[in-house]
């Protein structure tokens, strides 16, 4: 309840977000809050991302298409409206399109 401003009315755009890319793309969604930040992912291939630079943990959901997420032998596949949750000292993963279609997820950190 504390990360809302109820007073605040204004909808919110997401800057640059298109249909369609020729590359990843990240989008922040929520950036100014202090609680959380949201961001828009836009994956035409792998991403590479790590939990180590920020110490926070990682909130990935499957938007549009499955995707898998993990690295060596802990990989979990994601179906669309799943979501999984990178633990904060988990390190490097890949998040890997199962389509060659834009896949969307979204990623919550803090």
């Known amino acids: 309840m504390e990360s809302i401003?109820?007073?605040n009315r204004t909808s919110p755009r997401v800057a640059g977000v298109v249909d369609a890319v020729a590359h990843n793309r990240k989008f922040?969604?929520?950036n100014r809050c202090q609680?959380?930040?949201?961001?828009?992912l836009r994956l035409v291939g792998e991403m590479?991302?790590?939990t180590s630079q920020t110490g926070s943990f990682?909130?990935?959901?499957?938007?549009?298409?499955?995707?898998?997420i993990g690295r060596d032998d802990k990989i979990v596949?994601?179906?669309?409206?799943?979501s999984c949750l990178i633990p904060s000292a988990f390190g490097?993963?890949?998040?890997?399109?199962?389509t060659e279609t834009m896949t969307i997820?979204?990623?919550t950190t803090l």
């Open 48 to 50: 590479k991302d790590t």
């Open 58 to 68: 990682h909130l990935l959901s499957a938007i549009n298409h499955p995707v898998e």
């Open 35 to 40: 609680f959380f930040k949201v961001d828009d």
């Open 105 to 107: 997820i979204v990623k």
């Open 92 to 98: 490097d993963y890949t998040i890997k399109p199962l």
């Open 28 to 30: 922040p969604v929520i």
């Open 5 to 7: 401003n109820f007073t």
């Open 77 to 82: 596949r994601l179906e669309p409206g799943d």
